[in-house]
């Protein structure tokens, strides 16, 4: 039976961070994708740009890496102060990069079948080898059988939904009426983006909002509009008028957000449709449901740009997400549970692993109802990523152990890079290797 140091399962923003630091620091380390690429919410979710966290982040050498690298490439543009903008194509490519360069192995296509314990230990992983075969016969324990076993002296979840702990039994956190509303991103090319920049400038003056910047002779911007009544928003006539008419329904104006991309120059991203009437994220039928809604709205949201804002006369469809951008689903029970007073407190920890002040941001599929609060600088400590149930198990990514309202803040990437990362250099402390 081949045998890891490290076990990464996940190949997301928190488990590339988890294995290439655990590669840079000596681990064996294997990282499991049941994709064919990395990246995640970053390239199979299209979640450009990853937002900025604040000035003390911790455990960032992995997304400094990532981001030279993607410079490099062509790929990333620094943008009201935030390098986080990323051009999710090239993003698959640099991440084999850097993966190879931390000599990291690296499974596509792969997925889990079951997970053998002893007591409270994780003994292997059992995978499907069939795929397997085309990579690496050194991972065939017999060519007669259907899966083969992979040991590791820890196993990193970071899976999103927690399927290591799930299949574990481990105890988790989350009640059926904790939910937020799942979004499906998409992109539209083919747009004079100096043109509609400009536009934006004119019709909305509210720089908290709309913000415009010529970088690299190349014009970028941002700019967002929901159906909540917090803000006085510019495009509310535009959204207002198509509804009427019946170009939308009422629904796709809930939320709308909007960023060009790095190395894209006539193509935009968006943070939309948010899908309000499927919010059971681990139920199978409501999510597919979730994907045909919310790929019916993307072709009404095209529509509209094309009619109601200036240079997306000639615009298309390019790219529609390959996995529903999930903001919550499982949350593992830890050694510490975090929680909404924490972060309102401000309260220091021994081991962080994360240091933010990413607003508390909970969505909702109501009208006036999504949580938006600023609530100053917060740390959460690595007992949060590490099972209560299982001894060599741990987590990074959304399923961090926390109650619903911090885990509203958590779930971000910039913070689940640091999760990755502060995990890893945590688990070397207890080796000292």
């Known amino acids: 039976m081949q045998k890891y140091d490290i076990i990464v399962v996940g190949g997301g923003t928190a488990g590339c961070a988890a294995a290439y630091t655990a590669g840079k620091l000596g681990f064996k380390t294997l990282l499991i994708e049941k994709n064919i690429h990395l990246g995640g919410t970053i390239t199979s979710g299209l979640v450009v740009p990853v937002m900025k966290s604040g000035d003390n982040q911790i455990n960032t050498d992995f997304y400094n890496d990532f981001t030279a690298e993607m410079k490099a490439a062509g790929g990333q543009i620094t943008y009201q102060n935030n390098s986080g903008w990323f051009n999710p194509e090239l993003a698959k490519i640099v991440l084999d990069s850097v993966m190879a360069k931390a000599n990291v192995e690296v499974l596509f296509d792969t997925?889990?079948?079951?997970?053998?314990?002893?007591?409270?230990?994780?003994?292997?992983?059992?995978?499907?080898?069939?795929?397997?075969?085309?990579?690496?016969?050194?991972?065939?324990?017999?060519?007669?059988?259907?899966?083969?076993?992979?040991?590791?002296?820890?196993?990193?979840?970071?899976?999103?939904?927690?399927?290591?702990?799930?299949?574990?039994?481990?105890?988790?956190?989350?009640?059926?009426?904790?939910?937020?509303?799942?979004?499906?991103?998409?992109?539209?090319?083919?747009?004079?983006?100096?043109?509609?920049?400009?536009?934006?400038?004119?019709?909305?003056?509210?720089?908290?909002?709309?913000?415009?910047?010529?970088?690299?002779?190349?014009?970028?911007?941002?700019?967002?509009?929901?159906?909540?009544?917090?803000?006085?928003?510019?495009?509310?006539?535009?959204?207002?008028?198509?509804?009427?008419?019946?170009?939308?329904?009422?629904?796709?104006?809930?939320?709308?957000?909007?960023?060009?991309?790095?190395?894209?120059?006539?193509?935009?991203?968006?943070?939309?449709?948010?899908?309000?009437?499927?919010?059971?994220?681990?139920?199978?039928?409501?999510?597919?449901?979730?994907l045909q809604s919310g790929r019916e709205a993307i072709f009404r949201l095209a529509e509209f740009c094309r009619k109601y804002l200036p240079g997306f006369e000639n615009a298309f469809i390019s790219n529609i997400a390959d996995m529903l951008g999930v903001r919550v689903s499982r949350r593992i029970k830890g050694k510490y549970i975090y929680t909404i007073d924490d972060i309102k407190s401000g309260k220091t920890f021994e081991n962080p692993v994360v240091i933010s002040n990413y607003p508390v941001d909970v969505h909702s599929n109501k009208k006036n109802s999504s949580t938006l609060s600023n609530l100053g600088e917060y740390q959460m400590p690595v007992e949060c990523l590490i099972s209560d149930d299982i001894d060599n198990l741990f987590v990074a990514g959304r399923c961090v152990s926390a109650d619903f309202m911090a885990q509203g803040a958590l779930r971000v990437q910039a913070s689940c890079f640091s999760m990755g990362e502060g995990l890893v250099k945590y688990i070397k402390q207890l080796n000292k290797i």
């Open 111 to 290: 997925h889990i079948i079951d997970v053998k314990l002893s007591g409270r230990t994780i003994d292997y992983i059992e995978i499907s080898k069939e795929i397997l075969s085309v990579y690496s016969d050194t991972l065939q324990d017999n060519k007669d059988k259907l899966s083969v076993c992979i040991g590791a002296k820890y196993v990193i979840d970071a899976t999103g939904n927690c399927e290591i702990g799930k299949i574990c039994g481990c105890n988790f956190l989350e009640n059926s009426d904790e939910n937020q509303p799942v979004c499906l991103r998409f992109m539209m090319s083919g747009v004079d983006v100096e043109k509609c920049g400009n536009w934006l400038l004119d019709i909305d003056k509210d720089r908290n909002v709309t913000t415009v910047e010529r970088i690299e002779g190349e014009t970028h911007f941002s700019t967002a509009y929901t159906w909540d009544k917090d803000k006085n928003w510019a495009l509310t006539p535009l959204f207002e008028d198509a509804v009427a008419k019946g170009i939308l329904k009422d629904h796709d104006r809930n939320y709308f957000q909007i960023f060009t991309v790095a190395g894209m120059p006539d193509t935009v991203a968006f943070n939309c449709p948010r899908i309000i009437d499927y919010t059971q994220t681990l139920d199978v039928k409501s999510m597919s449901k979730a």
